[in-house]
């Protein structure tokens, strides 16, 4: 039985590149259904999964099997992703780091890699303010010095985007961030492509969403990106509070040393790693965060 990569998935259909090239498969994909018993099961076939299908006499097919899974994400639902691009802008909307730390701690718990891009560099200076430039290297400071890497990119210019690209050969990637931040234009840059994009709305600071279903657009390079809807806030229904502390990794090694065991780092003496706030070595808007994300999800523990 041929076995193949779902890049798209829409209206009940299941998109498949077969493993090798299949005769009569229009465009390179077998259009499949799911096999009844992944309802009863309570299973679903994501974007990204490798399955086995068995082909229709109507040159269609049906997926028979999920084969095992590296790494599954919920919200965009995709299957085994290893990279997580998160693309924040620059300009239009502002840099909004707590949206960047809400992302990172969904990653983390994920067990994907992080890729931080600041897009829109070509907007700096625009309104006539000097102090962009500092925007870039605090953020790269400071996102660096915990274990990101931090790519400066413009759609426009082309800045970063080949290097972005190269990141991506041979693995499934996934593009996400605030909606507006410059997702399909990098897309369009890198790629060729000519996915919609949109106008910022001025006026409500935000994006119209432009992208309306998941889909893995194919690189050169042996790489997958999935091109996700973009999104304006997470909620933090699928993470547990006592491992919130984990999803922020400078957090760690000062974690090990706290006095007492299953810290929260909030109230308790003998916490290291309030101390190391305190002292500077973790930085402030990292640890205020971390607290108002426990705030946030005691609050919603309390409403389920």
Do not use: W
Not at 32 to 61: A, H, M, Q, W
């Amino acid at each position: 039985m041929p076995e193949g990569l779902i890049v798209k998935a829409l209206s009940g259909y299941y998109y498949v590149k077969p493993t090798t090239a299949q005769a009569g498969a229009p465009d390179g994909y077998v259009q499949c259904r799911g096999r009844g018993i992944f309802k009863k099961r309570g299973e679903s076939p994501l974007v990204g999964d490798r399955v086995i299908y068995s082909p229709t006499e109507n040159g269609e097919g049906t997926v028979d099997e999920i084969l095992p899974r590296e790494t599954e994400l919920i919200r965009p639902p995709v299957a085994n992703a290893k990279l997580a691009v998160l693309l924040f802008s620059l300009r239009e909307p502002d840099l909004n780091l707590q949206l960047l730390d809400k992302f990172l701690v969904h990653i983390e718990h994920a067990g994907l890699r992080a890729l931080i891009c600041l897009t829109k560099e070509d907007l700096l200076g625009e309104d006539g303010t000097e102090e962009t430039p500092e925007i870039i290297s605090e953020v790269k400071a400071l996102y660096e010095s915990i274990g990101y890497d931090v790519i400066v990119t413009s759609s426009v210019t082309g800045m970063g985007t080949e290097e972005v690209k190269s990141r991506l050969a041979g693995e499934i990637s996934v593009f996400s961030g605030q909606s507006g931040v410059g997702k399909s234009s990098l897309l369009n840059a890198m790629l060729g492509l000519s996915l919609e994009t949109s106008e910022i709305s001025l006026r409500l600071g935000r994006g119209r969403h432009t992208t309306r279903h998941v889909e893995l657009i194919e690189l050169e390079n042996g790489g997958y990106v999935a091109d996700t809807p973009g999104f304006s806030q997470l909620d933090f229904l699928e993470l547990g509070v006592e491992e919130l502390s984990s999803c922020f990794r400078e957090f760690t090694d000062y974690a090990e040393g706290c006095k007492f065991r299953g810290c929260s780092h909030l109230h308790e003496p003998g916490c290291k790693v309030r101390e190391a706030a305190d002292q500077g070595e973790i930085a402030a808007s990292r640890y205020e965060h971390y607290v108002q994300f426990h705030e946030e999800m005691k609050e919603k523990k309390r409403r389920y």
